[in-house]
């Protein structure tokens, strides 16, 4: 779940080098081997039931980021490596080539996507090709949440996790499958992992606090 702080109504930005995020982490623990910096992008038709990120589904929601300015700042905080998260990250996927690729020429050295589409659906996408020739890991596929997992980064058994260079290993991912809850200094609170229902009210309840 990620609660924008500013959310500014529009169109999907068309340009690639624009993207439209729902919102930006500078260190999580959660999103991928080691500490990590993540952005949320906006937008996602594929309707997931049970999905974690309702907020993030609405084309228009959401700001619009300068894709040059997005990857200094998260080459800037990324101790580990970048993840891109969503909302649907192949329903930009020109936005998302560019990004990738921006980040590798800022020396990012590890860097991966959740994605709902699986791999024969990424075919018929273009620029998903472009986009996935930049990445290490691809966790995808839709969520099921009668397949929900603990304790993976997987967040249902359906979903698959594509090593797409030898950066990674599956041992890597030991031990992933948490939640974490930030504040930012700006106020918004940003909930990532994969949350019960319940905790996503709580939260919830508690960015509407003040
Ligand atoms: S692909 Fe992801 S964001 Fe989209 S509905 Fe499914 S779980 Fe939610």
């Excluded at 993540?38 to 999905?51: E, F, I, M, Y």
Aim: charged letters at 20%; proline letters at 7%.
């Amino acid at each position: 779940m990620v609660t924008p702080s500013s959310p500014q109504a529009g169109p999907p930005p068309e340009a690639s080098t624009l993207i439209r995020i729902a919102g930006r982490l500078a260190d999580s623990g959660v999103n991928g081997p080691g500490r990590r910096a993540v952005v949320h992008v906006q937008g996602c038709t594929l309707g997931c039931g049970g999905c974690f990120n309702p907020e993030t589904h609405d084309a228009g929601g959401g700001t619009v980021a300068d894709i040059d300015e997005l990857a200094d700042w998260l080459a800037e905080h990324a101790k580990d490596g970048v993840t891109v998260s969503g909302g649907e990250p192949f329903q930009q996927a020109p936005a998302l080539a560019a990004l990738a690729a921006a980040l590798r020429q800022r020396g990012v050295a590890s860097l991966m996507v959740f994605t709902g589409y699986d791999l024969a659906e990424l075919a018929a996408i273009p620029s998903a090709a472009e986009a996935m020739a930049h990445l290490d890991v691809l966790v995808a596929g839709r969520f099921e949440a009668t397949q929900r997992t603990e304790g993976s980064i997987a967040a249902s058994a359906n979903q698959r996790l594509h090593f797409l260079t030898d950066r990674h290993a599956p041992e890597d991912f030991d031990g992933q499958g948490g939640v974490e809850i930030s504040i930012l200094p700006d106020g918004q609170v940003v909930l990532t992992g994969f949350p019960s229902p319940a905790l996503r009210r709580g939260v919830r309840a508690l960015g509407q606090l003040g």
